[in-house]
């Protein structure tokens, strides 16, 4: 039968301009979030993670937001490169459970050259 | 320092025949996780072993099983293979007790015909 995929978020951006992909995430008690990005035919590939007792971490190009308020967590992209086409997901572990990390059904960036 | 290691890369099985798949960690890491990765799934938790003891399981079908040897590589083995087993296999790689960076491998794509 005909298989049914996730249906995934899609942003699709212009080279050199800034990205922003969003993530909500489900316990107010999570305190550590990771994302990661996943080219095709690859496994998911660290990019930066934050704890609870942050608002905002700076990476390489890249900054993740966390507003635990409405629990919300984004990941900036700064002058994207066709080389950032990929999925991107956010993770959180359940508190107390180590290294049980649950993941968002992703979210697709398409690069335009 | 080398990365995750996962062997193989591809596989092909018969629905009926088991099979195990392997995963290195990164030297120094003892936390070993297995995720399951399909399009109508997306990323699901497997299980999760540190120094040799299953900490933390998902919620699969006993037919799914894993374990962990002295030197932190992992093992999990799939018995009775089914055709909905066919997936992206993925191993994370953590240093620490608690929840921390986890790295992933490239995975081992198994499909079942």
């Known amino acids: 039968g005909e298989s049914v995929g996730l249906h995934l978020p899609t942003l699709s951006v212009q080279e050199g301009d800034n990205s922003i992909i969003n993530c909500a995430y489900s316990?107010?008690?999570?305190?550590?979030f990771i994302w990661y990005k996943q080219e095709s035919g690859k496994g998911p590939q660290f990019i930066i993670d934050i704890r609870s007792n942050m608002d905002k971490r700076q990476g390489q190009r890249v900054t993740v937001l966390l507003n635990k308020t409405v629990k919300h967590l984004s990941l900036q992209i700064a002058a994207t490169q066709p080389g950032d086409s990929a999925v991107y997901f956010c993770a959180e572990p359940r508190p107390g459970i180590f290294n049980k990390f649950y993941f968002g059904s992703g979210t697709k960036l398409n690069v335009k050259p | 320092k080398a990365g995750v290691t996962q062997t193989p890369r591809y596989l092909i099985k018969t629905r009926g025949q088991q099979v195990t798949l392997s995963c290195s960690p990164i030297s120094g890491h003892r936390s070993v996780s297995w995720y399951q990765q399909t399009p109508g799934q997306g990323l699901q938790f497997l299980f999760e072993y540190f120094s040799e003891t299953q900490r933390n399981k998902g919620n699969f079908p006993g037919r799914f099983s894993g374990r962990q040897f002295s030197n932190s590589r992992s093992e999990m083995n799939v018995s009775t293979l089914e055709l909905g087993d066919s997936a992206l296999y993925l191993c994370?790689?953590?240093?620490?007790?608690?929840?921390?960076?986890?790295?992933f491998g490239q995975g081992t794509r198994l499909t079942v015909v």
């Open positions: 994370a790689s953590s240093g620490g007790q608690a929840n921390t960076e986890a790295f």
């Open positions: 316990n107010s008690a999570s305190d550590y």
